[in-house]
T-cell receptor, first 109, second 114 residues
């Protein structure tokens, strides 16, 4: 069975500080990993996916198969980054994601 | 253009009642997904439609839950004999056909079973 673990329910940082939201997964095959974000009073939306290897809003995430991790990073947090972040994994070509429980990021001014 | 819409935004019902939740996907999106999100948890997959047919209903928790998409557009999630444990936010998403395409989520329906 596949599983996604986000160990932190809440992450609180100050503006300008580096941010790392942790995500670990368990899956025996080749995973497809995603980060979704939900800003206050907005809909859940895709932030980035590992196959795209792109940086969105300054965020990057690298798939580490050895450590089975897909941590989300940003070197300098902004107040507008405050949101709920969900890591998700899909498998078997279905692309129906299994979500983690989410991490609430709060960036203080 | 308009995004995914869901109605109602809030639904309060009593234990044992029947409820229907509606999802209007983005026009032209052939794939439609239903998820359930309980408090403090991430979305949990329920069912996936490709066109009119349910391509994967492995996430439906039991036979009280059923979903239809008769014309390949609007979908209705139906819950019979509701239980307090069914209380959650029910999310709908749609995408263009094909695995891996980005899913666009609706605002959700918050269901409360008293």
């Amino acid at each position: 069975a596949q599983r996604v673990t986000q160990p932190e329910k809440l992450l609180s940082v100050f503006k300008g500080a580096p941010v790392e939201l942790k995500c670990n997964y368990s899956y025996s095959g080749s995973p497809e990993l995603f980060w979704y974000v939900q800003y206050s009073r907005q809909r859940l939306q895709l932030l980035l996916r590992h196959i795209s290897r792109e940086s969105i809003k300054g965020f990057t995430a690298d798939l580490n198969k050895g450590e089975t991790s897909f941590h989300l990073k940003k070197p300098f947090a902004q107040e507008e980054d405050s949101a709920m972040y969900y890591c998700a994994l899909a498998s078997g070509g279905s692309y129906i994601p299994t979500f983690g429980r989410g991490t609430s990021l709060i960036v203080h001014p | 253009g308009a995004g995914v819409s869901q109605t109602p935004s809030n639904k309060v019902t009593e234990k044992g009642k029947y409820v229907e939740l509606r999802c209007d996907p983005i026009s032209g999106h052939t794939a439609l997904y239903w998820y359930r999100q309980s408090l403090g948890q991430g979305p949990e997959f329920l069912i996936y439609f490709q066109g009119t047919g349910a391509a994967d209903d492995s996430g439906l928790p039991n036979d009280r839950f059923f979903a239809v998409r008769p014309e390949g557009s609007v979908s209705t999630l139906k819950i019979q004999r509701t239980e307090r444990g069914d209380s959650a936010v029910y999310l709908c998403a749609s995408s263009t056909s094909g695995a891996g395409n980005e899913q666009f989520f609706g605002p959700g329906t918050r269901l409360t079973v008293l």
